[in-house]
């Protein structure tokens, strides 16, 4: 089984509609990422959180929002999309240090209509 | 202000060497990580630098010259199976990842 899981895989949804992206740990890290890739772009941090309690706005909040249900998940959500969210999404987990290696999700692949 | 930077494609035979740079510009810096992505597929964590000098894992080695703002991976005995993107990420003064937009290596028979 994966140590971090995303769900769902592949989403094509309509421009307006609200959608919800989770990510799911077995690794017991505390950190926990949400990023997404676009092509010619490297990855860039949407939210980060260290714990639980903590939750911390990356490069690229706008339009989005995340929950940190417990340490071994941490859901993103898009409250409107719109077509310049799609991309590809990945969540990341690291232990307690940043200069620990993060792991990564297989990521979600999204399309707004 | 900070900035990372690093080949857009590469190609290279297989058996052969190849060497992938990557060039960055930062106030603080905290390492440099090297990852592998195959297409449609998570990154993995390949290495991770703090210091001046070589770091070997095998086929692999990573080398850093914080003097320079210049790092490399260099890949030895290549396979089919090395094709793929290799993104170059530092940690900034906050202990912020910054990445590099990644450099498309495609391996040749």
């Known amino acids: 089984d994966a140590d971090v899981t995303q769900t769902p895989r592949n ?16 690794k017991g ?8 890739q676009d ?19 990356g490069e690229i ?8 249900q417990a340490q071994a998940k941490f859901s993103l959500s898009l409250e409107s999309a719109i077509p310049n969210q799609t991309a590809l999404y990945f969540c990341a987990t ?20 | 202000g900070q900035n990372i930077d690093q080949p857009t494609e590469m190609t290279a035979t297989e058996g052969a060497i190849v060497q992938i740079n990557c060039t960055y510009q930062t106030s603080g810096f905290n390492g440099l990580f090297w990852y592998q992505q195959h297409a449609g597929e998570a990154p993995t964590f390949l290495s991770y630098n703090v210091l001046d000098g070589l770091e070997e894992k095998g086929r692999f080695s990573s080398f850093l010259s914080r003097s320079k703002g210049y790092s490399y991976l260099l890949l030895k005995e290549l396979q089919m199976k090395d094709s793929a993107s290799y993104l170059c990420a530092f940690l900034d003064s906050n202990y912020q990842l910054i990445w590099g937009a990644g450099t498309k290596l495609i391996i040749k028979p």
């Open chain 1, 11 to 26: 989403r094509i949804t309509k421009t307006g509609k609200r959608i919800m992206l989770e990510c799911s740990q077995t």
């Open chain 1, 29 to 36: 890290h505390d950190r926990m990422y949400w990023y997404r």
């Open chain 1, 39 to 57: 092509p010619g772009l490297g990855l860039r941090l949407i939210y980060y959180s260290f714990d639980v309690k903590d939750i911390n706005k």
């Open chain 1, 61 to 68: 909040s706008d339009g989005y929002s995340v929950s940190r």
């Open chain 1, 94 to 113: 690291s232990e307690g240090e940043s200069t620990q290696p993060q792991h990564f999700g297989d990521g979600t692949r999204l399309s707004i209509l």
